[in-house]
C-alpha cells in the first residue's frame, strides 16, 4: 500500500493563479480531509469529506474548493491563490467509526505563493 | 470553538523523562490524540485517550482527565530521534463527521 500520496511536493505561484492540489489514498478510508500548516503552528482544518458525493467545511475554508467523486481522491483546489496561502498542505485519511479516529497524513504540498 | 494549549519549547538530555502538556477547552469531546513530527515531514499518530487514565506504549504513556480538560504525554528513556514536535489534538463531534483540532505543538529538543 502507498497509503496516502500528494502531488506536487512544491509548488510555486503567482498571485491570482489557481491550481489543484492532487491526494489520493488506496487504503479504502471515507474520511478525508485537507489541512494547512503555518510555520510554528499546528495544523487547522480546511475542507474534510465524510465519503464519495459528500464534503464538508473545516475551521479555516475561505479560497478553497473541495470535491469527492472517488473514494480514493480528493483534490484541493485554490481559486485565486494570495500569498496568505503560502503554507505547507497535508491530506489525511482516516478510517469511519474508528475508536482513535487515527490520521494518516501524506508527505505534504510546500506551497508558496508571490 | 474549539482551543488547545500546550508549552511552546521543551528540552531534556538522552535517557531523561519528559512529560507535554495540553489542556484544552473543546464542546463535544470525544477524546485527545497525540502525534508527531519530525522536521518537514507527515505528522504520524502516537496515542489516544477517550476514557480518564493512562494508556501506554512502549516508552510513550499518553493520560487523560476529562473532569480536568487535561492530559499529557510522556515520553520515557528519551533517545536522539525523539527530536520533534510534539501535537495534541481533540477529536470532537461536528457537521457530518468528527473533527480534529491540533493545538499549536511543542518542540522537544533531545541533548546528548
Known amino acids: 500500500n502507498a497509503g496516502v500520496t500528494q502531488t506536487p511536493k512544491f509548488q510555486v505561484l503567482k498571485t491570482g493563479q489557481s491550481m489543484t492540489l492532487q491526494c489520493a489514498q488506496d487504503?479504502?478510508?471515507?474520511?478525508m480531509s485537507w489541512y494547512r500548516q503555518d510555520p510554528g503552528m499546528g495544523l487547522r482544518l480546511i475542507h474534510y469529506?465524510?465519503?464519495?458525493?459528500?464534503?464538508d467545511q473545516g475551521e479555516v475554508p475561505n479560497g478553497y474548493n473541495v470535491s469527492r467523486s472517488t473514494t480514493e481522491d480528493f483534490p484541493l483546489r485554490l481559486l485565486l491563490a494570495a500569498p496568505s496561502q503560502t503554507s505547507v498542505y497535508f491530506c489525511?485519511?482516516?478510517?469511519?467509526?474508528?475508536?482513535?479516529?487515527?490520521?494518516?497524513f501524506g508527505p505534504g504540498t510546500r506551497l508558496t505563493v508571490l | 470553538g474549539q482551543s488547545l494549549e500546550q508549552p511552546s519549547e521543551v528540552t531534556a538530555v538522552e535517557g531523561a523523562i519528559v512529560q507535554i502538556n495540553c489542556t484544552y477547552q473543546t464542546s463535544g469531546f470525544y477524546g485527545l490524540s497525540w502525534y508527531q513530527q519530525h522536521d518537514g515531514g507527515a505528522p504520524t499518530f502516537l496515542s489516544y485517550?477517550?476514557?480518564?487514565g493512562l494508556e501506554e506504549t512502549g516508552r510513550f504513556s499518553s493520560f487523560l482527565s476529562r473532569s480536568d480538560s487535561y492530559g499529557y504525554l510522556l515520553l520515557q528513556e528519551l533517545q536522539m530521534k525523539d527530536s520533534a514536535s510534539y501535537f495534541c489534538a481533540v477529536a470532537f463531534s461536528s457537521g457530518s463527521a468528527r473533527q480534529l483540532t491540533f493545538g499549536s505543538g511543542t518542540q522537544l529538543t533531545v541533548l546528548p
Open positions: 485517550n477517550g476514557l480518564d
Open positions: 487504503m479504502n478510508h471515507e474520511y
Open positions: 469529506s465524510v465519503g464519495a458525493g459528500i464534503t
Open positions: 489525511a485519511s482516516s478510517l469511519m467509526g474508528s475508536v482513535t479516529d487515527t490520521q494518516y
